[in-house]
């Protein structure tokens, strides 16, 4: 019995051993504790073609991040020194790592000088394109108290894709949910959401301007006072200082081509020419081959008061008296026969018969058709044009669309045909590759031809279109099928200067926005900021990347932390913030989980 008692004892004590180190060895393979003696193989991080880490990496990793406080950032190239010390995939931050970056936070908050004290030193406000040499970021501590949440609802955002189809590109309009910041800049005023479903207006130093405003649609223009103007349904709305929405007579067609909360120097220049717009009416030939390819000739066209004008003499003038035709008399000299010096007898000729089938039908004995015949119509239309300062016209309304002179004195404008081209001041075409011949391989070598185009939509996202800017000016190119003119074989943005010349954009990125000098590109979801002197501002890693606006672009990492800097890649506000909103009228609002919202002024130093 008791050699039984120990043989069952025995057997229970291996089993217990087995099970305990299968037990350790399920645990150390979990991860949850290490053996000093053993080295543990590391699991490689997920990274992309070029070696940088996904989105999601960089995502987890901006919580740990580091400010950069260096001057400029142009320099910085991997992810690793943007996040910090470690950029280790985790779940949530050390508390030193908190410590850290609230630190940095207050550190930089401190440092940023306030309003009052630069207004006492000389500066003024000021909307020009930021320059780190003379100007600076002055915090501005508004009357009221916002409340510290980014937001309180989700609000629908317009924006469109270029979608490849069977013909070549579609532009199809879409919206996406994106969260409402409570503190929501527009033409230097803040659009205050407190949560109750209506906004409140205050201007930069928290006046009340307006409350219990119902959401209203930003038109991103101002009245001739210089007033911002809004949209309730169908009519517009001019937000005056004392708080009154007054109704004024708005022409959207007028607006600067581009809608977006721009700075006090877009679309302006020294050229005094101005916009001007006609109804006129214009006589074309429309001629369609036989692949149903369209092409629109204008022969001449009026101003529709002239045509109207001329129409209703011609209807009022009496018809002309018409009489019968003049017929001489009969000659009834008698006819002599030379030989025999007699009169002739004169006689009806009678008309030899003819065979039916000598007779040809009046159908056949025309010309042969055509197959398709040109179409001439008249059609009234709103044209565009330019006058001087005196209201004098300068250029003839003729085109589809027009849009301010440059400095360098040439102006985007739209032929009747929907192309894109330059023109002088003196209305002569400068740019305009519309219908020049290329053989690409897209069409088997085919005949097609080369163009420029506007952009479909007046979105933020077509930003650099029809202005030229640093000597630089984005269009909409297209390569279109001579034989199938309705299949696009490129519909791509570029950029040229005022000969038309490309300028060289790096291999394979994608042009988002060009605006003060800084191209915004995109590649495999990874944005950075080209400069229009050919060299990286901010190298293309960044996963939030806002177009420049007064000379400031706001960058950053999806979940994570943003910054701002300038277009020579210097920081003017350190990774710090959850969110940064492009300029306004010269304000900035920025948010931090750490200390709610700080509102900042651009201000120039004294001359």
Not at 115 to 143: N, R, W
Not at 316 to 328: D, F, I, L
Request: contains cysteine; glycine residues 6%.
């Amino acid at each position: 019995m008791m050699k039984l008692f120990k043989l069952v004892a025995a057997r229970i004590l291996v089993l217990a051993v087995l099970i305990f180190i299968a037990a350790a060895l399920i645990l150390y393979q979990a991860g949850k504790y290490d053996i000093s003696f053993i080295p543990r193989e590391t699991k490689a991080a997920d990274t992309t073609a070029n070696g940088k880490p996904h989105s999601e990496e960089i995502s987890s990793a901006t919580e740990t991040q580091m400010p950069v406080t260096g001057d400029n950032i142009s320099s910085v190239t991997d992810p690793e020194t943007l996040v910090g010390i470690e950029t280790t995939r985790r779940e949530e931050t050390t508390a030193d790592e908190k410590t850290a970056l609230l630190n940095a936070y207050n550190s930089f908050i401190e440092s940023c000088g306030k309003y009052e004290e630069l207004t006492s030193a000389g500066y003024t406000e000021t909307g020009a394109a930021f320059d780190s040499s003379v100007h600076k970021l002055a915090i501005v501590t508004p009357k009221i108290k916002y409340q510290n949440i980014y937001s309180y609802r989700k609000e629908i955002e317009e924006y469109t894709d270029r979608v490849a189809t069977s013909l070549g590109y579609e532009t199809q309009y879409k919206t996406r949910e994106v969260y409402r910041p409570t503190v929501k800049l527009y033409m230097g005023l803040v659009v205050y959401d407190d949560g109750d479903g209506q906004y409140t207006v205050y201007d930069r130093w928290g006046n009340l301007i307006a409350d219990n405003i119902n959401p209203f649609y930003t038109v991103y223009d101002r009245d001739e006072n210089g007033n911002p103007l809004v949209r309730y349904g169908s009519k517009y709305y001019a937000i005056r200082p004392d708080g009154v929405f007054a109704e004024t007579p708005y022409d959207p067609d007028y607006s600067p081509g581009v809608l977006f909360d721009a700075p006090e120097y877009y679309a302006k220049s020294n050229i005094k020419l101005y916009p001007y717009s006609q109804e006129r009416v214009v006589y074309v030939m429309i001629e369609i081959d036989e692949r149903r390819n369209e092409t629109v000739t204008v022969l001449s066209n009026v101003p529709a008061d002239e045509f109207d004008e001329a129409k209703q003499v011609m209807a009022e003038k009496p018809p002309a008296e018409t009489s019968a035709p003049e017929t001489k008399p009969a000659d009834t000299t008698p006819l002599i026969d030379p030989l025999t010096g007699k009169p002739v007898p004169q006689q009806t000729a009678e008309p030899e018969p003819v065979t039916e089938a000598e007779i040809i039908p009046e159908t056949e004995a025309q010309t042969e058709p055509v197959e398709n015949p040109p179409v001439f119509e008249y059609r009234r239309e709103k044209l565009w044009g330019f006058k001087d300062e005196k209201g004098r016209v300068a250029i003839d309304a003729q085109y589809k669309a027009v849009y301010t002179f440059s400095d360098n004195g040439l102006a985007a404008v739209v032929g009747y045909n929907g192309e894109l081209k330059f023109i002088d001041t003196s209305g002569i075409t400068i740019i305009n590759p519309y219908g020049k011949i290329l053989y690409l391989p897209e069409f088997d070598n085919r005949r097609s031809y080369d163009g420029f185009y506007p952009a479909d939509t007046k979105l933020p996202e077509n930003l650099g279109m029809y202005y030229f800017d640093h000597g630089l000016v984005r269009v909409r190119r297209q390569i279109k099928d001579n034989y199938f003119r309705k299949r696009v074989a490129i519909d791509r943005d570029y950029l040229i200067d005022k000969n038309g010349a490309y300028f060289d954009i790096p291999e394979n990125y994608r042009l988002v926005a060009y605006s003060d000098g800084v191209l915004t590109l995109e590649k495999d979801g990874y944005y950075g900021y080209y400069s229009y002197r050919g060299y990286w501002i901010a190298q293309p890693i960044y996963t939030v990347c806002k177009p420049f606006v007064q000379g400031l672009g706001v960058i950053g990492f999806t979940g994570g932390k943003c910054a701002m800097i300038d277009t020579e890649g210097n920081v003017v506000i350190p990774f710090v913030f959850d969110y940064i909103s492009q300029p306004s009228a010269g304000v900035i609002a920025a948010y931090s989980k750490h200390g709610g919202w700080t509102e900042f002024v651009t201000m120039a130093k004294p001359a």
